[in-house]
T-cell receptor, first 115, second 113 residues
Framework: AQKITQTQPGMFVQEKEAVTLDCTYD???????LFWYKQPSSGEMIFLIY??????QNATEGRYSLNFQKARKSANLVISASQLGDSAMYFC????????????FGTGTKLQVIP | GAGVSQSPSNKVTEKGKDVELRCDPI?????LYWYRQSLGQGLEFLIY????????KSGLPSDRFSAERTGGSVSTLTIQRTQQEDSAVYLC???????????FGDGTRLSIL
């Protein structure tokens, strides 16, 4: 089974609108962390937001928020007030456990913001 | 510099040659990761270092691939007898501790002719 699943290969959003990028995960470890990264066409990977499995509140960082639904094993990224510069690939990733620190990435979602 | 530095940024070589890719992590970061990204694909985990130790080498695609890290700092990824399927962007990342958000380098674009 895939550990990280991103079911949307591509998404379009109108500038200034909000968009949700889906991510579901699979783990039996009670301790894990979820990350979102952005990769613009220039290629660099940029860390956006992190959610720990024991965190009580959903993570937020500026226009980014993580809709963490533990029972459903989903960690969707919400981008509010989309900007043209948000056009990029977005990757969801997970690390499992406390001592085993391998991080598994999803296949990504390509977001295009339309003026 | 303040970020993760990778060299070379581009490497073109002939099939069968050996190549060595270098990663200089952010100073003080104990965890270091190597990934491979083929065109339009996600990231494929290769290897993770905590300090100089690599507890997980399961991602290395074959025995032609090896990596080491010295002094808890610089890491090199070596590919011996390169094959065309090795063509990809090789990304290095580091984090303060394992499992924390990673800071990525700009990658090495490897092309095997």
């Amino acid at each position: 089974a895939q550990k990280i699943t991103q079911t949307q290969p591509g998404m379009f959003v109108q500038e200034k609108e909000a968009v949700t990028l889906d991510c579901t995960y699979d783990t039996s470890d009670p301790s894990y962390g979820l990350f979102w990264y952005k990769q613009p066409s220039s290629g660099e990977m940029i860390f956006l937001i992190y959610q720990g499995s024991y965190d009580q509140q959903n993570a937020t960082e500026g226009r980014y928020s993580l809709n963490f639904q533990k029972a459903r094993k989903s960690a969707n990224l919400v981008i509010s007030a989309s900007q043209l510069g948000d056009s990029a690939m977005y990757f969801c990733a997970m690390r499992e456990g406390r001592s085993y620190q391998k991080v598994t990435f999803g296949t990504g979602t390509k977001l295009q913001v339309i003026p | 510099g303040a970020g993760v530095s990778q060299s070379p940024s581009n490497k073109v070589t002939e099939k069968g040659k050996d190549v060595e890719l270098r990663c200089d992590p952010i100073s003080g970061h104990t965890a270091l990761y190597w990934y491979r990204q083929s065109l339009g694909q996600g990231l494929e985990f290769l290897i993770y270092f905590q300090g100089n130790s690599a507890p997980d080498k399961s991602g290395l695609p074959s025995d032609r691939f090896s990596a080491e890290r010295t002094g808890g700092s610089v890491s090199t990824l070596t590919i011996q007898r390169t094959q065309q399927e090795d063509s990809a962007v090789y990304l290095c990342a580091s984090s303060l501790q394992g499992g924390q958000p990673q800071h990525f380098g700009d990658g090495t674009r490897l092309s095997i002719l």
